[in-house]
């Protein structure tokens, strides 16, 4: 019973146009980045920076590399806006609609439910983090040859050169971690769908909230209280590419961020099952 509510749910999630919208802006920033890189002078900036550390700019100015500098500013700025859309939808839009009372006239519980809508938002998290990275690699190869992989992110203190089948490891890997993280953006805005009030406010609450985490994170008077930003801990799937990978380091990260997700989880199924659905 449980799978055939799950399968409804997400036939329900997808087949909503909105859901769709992260796809196709990953698609069309990702297309403009790469004429961008074509018509910039980013090679031979790259180039300089491989050459004046000692390796050769041809092994490394290649599909994988690009991929990767075009999935930061994604994974900083559309990621969560899309994640959070969703996320503020899954419950708000069914009271919004009147359509959750009618769903709770079925002998279902309200935790059942809201567990159901939580599991189909992981899916759909899931599936946009494999989409943005396919894309992004696809996409890069047209326009750039399979070489190595190059990461240099000074914010974090990344700085790596992989060959072409570990850098595709290290890839998929970076992606398994975001699907955590995107999963976490999308609980946030779940826990304020579960109150009472409308999706976009839900969306904005969460949407707020990382903005905040992400200011105060970056504030230098902040720098003894950045633990206690939710961001702070997103920066692990960077860490995935560093040699050795720092695996103590990754982990603790994702046990917080695994925390918070179940946290919002467990505060947004309380605040539902005290909620009056009838009036």
Not at 87 to 112: N, Q, W
Not at 153 to 158: G, I, M, T
Request: one cysteine or more; hydrophobic letters at 55%.
């Amino acid at each position: 019973m449980f799978f055939r509510q799950l399968r409804s749910e997400l036939w329900k999630l997808f087949g909503k146009k909105r859901t769709y919208i992260g796809f196709g802006a990953f698609l069309v920033a990702q297309v403009g980045m790469l004429l961008m890189f074509q018509h910039s002078r980013w090679q031979q900036h790259m180039s300089r920076l491989l050459e004046g550390n000692g390796y050769l700019a041809g092994d490394y100015v290649s599909a994988l590399t690009v991929a990767i500098l075009m999935l930061i500013p994604q994974i900083l700025l559309l990621m969560p806006l899309y994640a959070s859309l969703v996320g503020g939808d899954m419950v708000a839009k069914e009271a919004e609609d009147g359509t959750l009372r009618m769903i709770l006239c079925r002998p279902i519980s309200r935790l059942r439910l809201l567990i159901v809508k939580w599991v189909a938002g992981l899916v759909f998290c899931v599936t946009l983090v494999i989409a943005l990275g396919a894309m992004a690699v696809l996409l890069a190869r047209i326009w750039f040859p399979w070489g190595g992989l190059f990461v240099n992110w000074p914010p974090v203190h990344v700085f790596a050169l992989l060959p072409a089948s570990e850098g595709l490891l290290r890839f998929a890997l970076a992606h398994a971690v975001l699907a955590m993280i995107a999963s976490t953006i999308f609980s946030l805005s779940f826990m304020f769908s579960c109150f009472n009030m409308k999706p976009a406010a839900a969306t904005v609450l969460g949407l707020t909230y990382l903005l905040l985490n992400q200011v105060l994170e970056k504030m230098p008077f902040f720098e003894d209280y950045k633990a206690y930003c939710l961001t702070y801990y997103f920066d692990c799937w960077l860490y995935t590419f560093n040699q050795p990978v720092p695996v103590a380091e990754i982990v603790k990260n994702l046990s917080v961020i695994l925390a918070f997700n179940l946290s919002a989880f467990v505060i947004g199924a309380c605040a539902f099952h005290v909620r009056d659905i009838k009036s």
